[in-house]
């Protein structure tokens, strides 16, 4: 255990020991997830490891309307990047795993309104995180934070978040040349069991670090949607809608001479949809079919021409569509210019053994090249078992498949919004996992 380790392990405990002695409440938490995975990629590679996520947390509250949180995070494989040598007696991890995953200040019903203020590093999860969301699903599930304000109105029939975060600091003139992400997400809940919401997202780029796919500098990236869900007897439904408009500066020109910039824009619509039917029965089987689409720009295949469309960015989602076409980009879950399909069954076997069986049909929404011979990217299915042993510790297990199709074959392009795959349609991809969580 490195000294920064022990450092941070004794602030806890005194912050603990001072806390119970002086504040109105504190509550220590945690959790601890291990996952085991296998993925055969066929053509491409074959790959298993075993991942961790170690959480620790400390919530105090100063008065019913002051607290502060801190959350510690470790997140890392198994033996990972060879510092372990056990063979030879070494031991070379090091001590700086451990990292500041949350920590804010919260003042809630600010003087005596149902405004509240977060403020600090923090999760933040809107909606069904179909854009923004905490990063937990799946494998590589290392979490995601943000350095944010959040200032929130809440009452019995709205609820209205404000949010400014730093996506990356460049220490210049203020905002000139950094990345911020801004948005104001209300929900209205005035009708039971409905929620009905509608944002803004803004993600403003001065270090090119959004544009660099796409060898620009600068960028401003607009996001507007609505989304309704809810119950209605034994339906339930989800609906979700997106347009996604903006520019980018600093793109050379697709002109052999290489003189001006090429015309780039965002300009992609997203729609993620789902309706279930659950049977009032022993098992309490539910049906439920699920449809995206993730415009996919106009990648202009004509060399003459500077116009140019991105496909729709899933920014900070959440919501993953495949085993591998999602983990597998190496993009938080970015997997965009795609139509899914999916159709699937759940159920609850007894009160504490669950499965699921789902299967979706991919496809891309526009070529990747002149020379794709198809959209179709393939078949998958999926077959999910979870088991809560008690209330605090759960053990999962899944199998996916996934059958390629031709559009796996060219190499996609960037402008897409699919990563290069270099898969072959005659492969078939397959992806196990056993784990276990338990949160305290």
């Given at each position: 255990m490195s000294f920064r380790t022990l450092l941070i392990a004794a602030l806890i405990v005194s912050l603990g020991g001072v806390?119970?002695?002086?504040?109105?409440?504190?509550?220590?938490?945690?959790?601890?997830?291990?996952r085991g995975n296998y993925f055969n990629l066929d053509s491409i590679d074959r790959a298993s490891f075993i991942e961790q996520r170690t959480r620790l947390n400390v919530r105090a509250d100063f008065t019913q309307e002051v607290s502060a949180f801190i959350e510690l995070d470790s997140y890392d494989y198994w033996g990972e990047d060879f510092r372990s040598w056990y063979l030879c007696g070494n031991d070379f991890r090091g001590g700086c795993d451990v990292g500041l995953y949350q920590a804010y200040i919260e003042a809630r019903n600010l003087w005596g309104t149902p405004l509240s203020l977060r403020v600090g590093r923090q999760e933040i999860a809107?909606?069904?995180?179909?854009?923004?969301?905490?990063?937990?699903?799946?494998?590589?599930?290392?979490?995601?934070?943000?350095?944010?304000?959040?200032?929130?109105?809440?009452?019995?029939?709205?609820?209205?978040?404000?949010?400014?975060?730093?996506?990356?600091?460049?220490?210049?003139?203020?905002?000139?040349?950094d990345v911020d992400f801004y948005t104001v997400y209300g929900s209205y809940i005035g009708i039971e069991d409905i929620t009905l919401d509608a944002y803004w997202m803004y993600v403003r780029d001065r270090a090119g670090v959004i544009t660099r796919l796409a060898n620009g500098q600068e960028a401003d990236m607009h996001t507007v949607g609505l989304r309704g869900a809810g119950v209605i007897g034994g339906f339930d439904f989800e609906v979700e809608g997106a347009y996604q408009f903006g520019d980018l500066d600093g793109v050379p020109s697709a002109c052999p001479l290489g003189f001006g910039e090429a015309d780039v824009d965002f300009d992609?619509?997203?729609?993620?949809?789902?309706v279930g039917y659950t049977f009032d029965m022993s098992l309490q089987p539910r049906l439920f079919a699920r449809f995206a689409y993730l415009g996919g720009g106009k990648p202009d295949n004509n060399w003459w021409s500077n116009d140019r469309n991105l496909a729709f960015s899933r920014m900070f989602s959440n919501v993953q569509y495949s085993e591998f076409l999602d983990d597998w980009t190496f993009d938080n879950g970015a997997m965009s210019n795609a139509l899914v399909y999916t159709l699937g069954v759940q159920g609850q076997v007894t009160e504490s053994f669950g499965l699921k069986l789902i299967g979706s049909y991919l496809t891309a929404n526009e070529k990747q090249s002149r020379r794709a011979r198809s959209k179709s990217l393939g078949?998958?299915?999926?077959?999910?078992?979870?088991?809560?042993?008690?209330?605090?510790?759960?053990?999962?297990?899944?199998?996916?498949?996934?059958?390629?199709?031709?559009?796996?074959?060219?190499?996609?392009?960037r402008w897409s919004g699919l990563a290069p795959w270099q898969g072959d349609r005659k492969d078939d991809y397959d992806y196990a996992f056993i784990e276990t969580e338990i949160c305290f």
């Open positions: 806390a119970f002695a002086e504040l109105q409440n504190v509550e220590i938490g945690g959790s601890i997830r291990i809107l909606g069904n995180q179909f854009l923004v969301g905490v990063n937990d699903t799946s494998s590589f599930f290392s979490g995601l934070s943000f350095d944010a304000v959040r200032l929130t109105f809440a009452n019995e029939v709205v609820n209205i978040d404000a949010i400014a975060a730093k996506l990356a600091e460049n220490f210049g003139d203020f905002a000139e040349d992609a619509f997203a729609v993620n949809a789902e078949w998958e299915v999926g077959l999910y078992a979870d088991y809560n042993y008690s209330e605090d510790l759960v053990f999962r297990a899944g199998y996916a498949h996934l059958f390629g199709k031709k559009g796996l074959e060219p190499a996609t392009i």
